[in-house]
Antibody, heavy 117, light 111 residues
Framework: EVQLVQSGAEVKKPGESLKISCKGS????????IGWVRQMPGKGLEWMGI????????RYSPSFQGQVTISADKSISTAYLQWSSLKASDTAMYYC??????????WGQGTLVTVSS | QSALTQPASVSGSPGQSITISCTGT?????????VSWYQQHPGKAPKLMIY???NRPSGVSNRFSGSKSGNTASLTISGLQVEDEADYYC???????????FGTGTKVTVL
């Protein structure tokens, strides 16, 4: 069974750094892209970017380029999303999902990030 | 790259059929068959319902069907059930630098 398990909820202050994770199992982690999706409170889904764990090829949506860093460690089947300096506007639910030929076919449970002073 | 356009809400009575539209451009919906649909219940992660315009993943009810005409894709739910009440999002591959784009989302209410 394909599973993506994300790290737990985080509460941070503005200006702090953060790295959240997404661990894949039940499939060949290195041969599927992983996508990250943001959902702000009460709002819709937004593509942030994708990574191919096999060679760490990474593509960012222009809205998120320079705002976050997507990475992966294929040795432990884990993808990451990180911020160097959080803002209150980063408060959202973040999902990782497996990207298979244009569709997100398996999703993590989501990681809630709250940024508040 | 703007989000694909969906109606904010659609409603229907149990047993009825409803259709949700997803309008884009020739650079996304109209240009590729990588259109997918996702169902999201409150507090839950999205779930893939339709991929490649009209294909259903294993385990998804055949009450859900997808189609496309020009720059507009559609999701039809037939025999509407109470458990279909959720938010629905379309998504498409796009030739723009964003690579993929979601729709604005549609809240389905079962009356």
């Amino acid at each position: 069974e394909v599973q993506l398990v994300q790290s737990g909820a985080e509460v941070k202050k503005p200006g702090e750094s953060l790295k959240i994770s997404c661990k894949g199992s039940g499939y060949s982690f290195t041969t599927y892209w992983i996508g990250w999706v943001r959902q702000m409170p009460g709002k819709g889904l937004e593509w942030m970017g994708i990574i191919y764990p096999g060679d760490s090829d990474t593509r960012y949506s222009p809205s998120f380029q320079g705002q976050v860093t997507i990475s992966a460690d294929k040795s432990i089947s884990t993808a990451y999303l990180q911020w160097s300096s959080l803002k209150a506007s980063d408060t959202a639910m973040y999902y990782c999902a497996r990207l298979a030929r244009g569709r997100l076919d398996s999703w993590g449970q989501g990681t809630l990030v709250t940024v508040s002073s | 790259q703007s989000a694909l356009t969906q109606p904010a809400s659609v409603s229907g009575s149990p047993g009825q059929s409803i259709t949700i539209s997803c309008t884009g451009t020739s650079s996304d919906v109209g240009g590729y068959n990588y259109v997918s649909w996702y169902q999201q219940h409150p507090g839950k992660a999205p779930k893939l319902m339709i991929y490649d315009v009209s294909n259903r993943p294993s385990g998804v009810s055949n009450r859900f069907s997808g189609s496309k005409s020009g720059n507009t894709a559609s999701l039809t739910i037939s025999g509407l059930q109470v458990e279909d009440e959720a938010d629905y999002y379309c998504s498409s591959y796009t030739s723009s630098s964003t690579l993929y784009v979601f729709g604005t989302g549609t809240k389905v209410t079962v009356l």
